[in-house]
């Protein structure tokens, strides 16, 4: 399996310019989060889908961001407009529902960054 | 609020020394704790878990008991190599899917 693949691996772009970060996640597997990584904040859960649902975005920032996940093996991360306090790494993971410990299993992460 | 704990790092050590890195947690109910470690430029990976007080999760040389009376799971290993330098994240996961992780600690490992 090659694991949960994420696009691009770096991102560099302007304030206020529209930023899309791509998520394959692991095939079979129901669940799929966004976390943010940032040296002062850590790791943050951004959002989860459940069979391509939206189940919990209470952690998104603000309404800059937004995530769409149109079928089960895609998921898409937008930022718009960026701003450089986003600037971070942006993990995708995905998770099988069948696991008793639900562990998740993360994608290398997009870093982003936003001058 | 639900919360993880960590101690700062960053650790140096040199290799086969002995490593501790606590690990508190604050949570209502009884969550699920897990370690899990980032090498440099990949994304997290699941070291190891404990789903109920007492249990010892371990993995790669690597130990962790869930105490309950001291809500803690600090992380242990008695001989570190190089190839250990990590980040290492403890993490709690209470009833959902949702996962609180801590800041994380830094390992470096001197040949």
């Known amino acids: 399996d090659a694991g949960v693949i994420q696009s691009p691996r770096h991102e560099v772009t302007e304030m206020g310019q529209e930023v899309t970060l791509r998520c394959k996640p692991i095939?079979?597997?129901?669940?799929l989060f966004w976390y943010r990584q940032t040296m002062m904040r850590g790791l943050e859960l951004l959002i989860y889908?459940?069979?391509?649902?939206?189940?919990?975005d209470s952690g998104m920032p603000e309404d800059r961001f937004s995530a769409k996940m149109p079928n089960a093996s895609f998921s898409t991360l937008k930022i718009q407009p960026s701003e450089p306090r986003d600037s971070a790494v942006y993990f995708c993971?995905?998770?099988?529902?069948?696991?008793?410990?639900?562990?998740?299993?993360f994608g290398p992460g997009t870093r982003l960054t936003v001058t | 609020g639900d919360s993880v704990t960590q101690m700062e790092g960053p650790v140096t050590l040199s290799e086969e020394a002995c490593l501790t890195i606590?690990?508190?947690?604050?949570?209502?109910?009884?969550?699920?704790l897990f370690w899990y470690v980032q090498y440099p430029g990949e994304g997290l990976q699941l070291l190891l878990k404990a789903t109920k007080a007492d249990d010892k999760g371990s993995n790669k040389g690597f130990e962790a008991t869930y105490r309950k009376e001291t809500t803690s799971f600090h992380l242990e290993k008695g001989s570190v190599q190089v190839s250990d330098s990590a980040v290492y994240f403890c993490?709690?996961?209470?009833?959902?899917?949702?996962?609180?992780f801590g800041t994380g600690t830094r390992l470096k490992v001197l040949a």
């Open positions: 993971a995905s998770s099988p529902s069948e696991t008793s410990y639900y562990e998740q299993y």
């Open positions: 993490a709690l996961r209470l009833g959902t899917y949702k996962y609180i």
């Open positions: 889908f459940n069979n391509n649902v939206p189940i919990d």
């Open positions: 606590n690990c508190t947690y604050t949570a209502t109910g009884y969550p699920s």
């Open positions: 095939s079979g597997h129901d669940y």
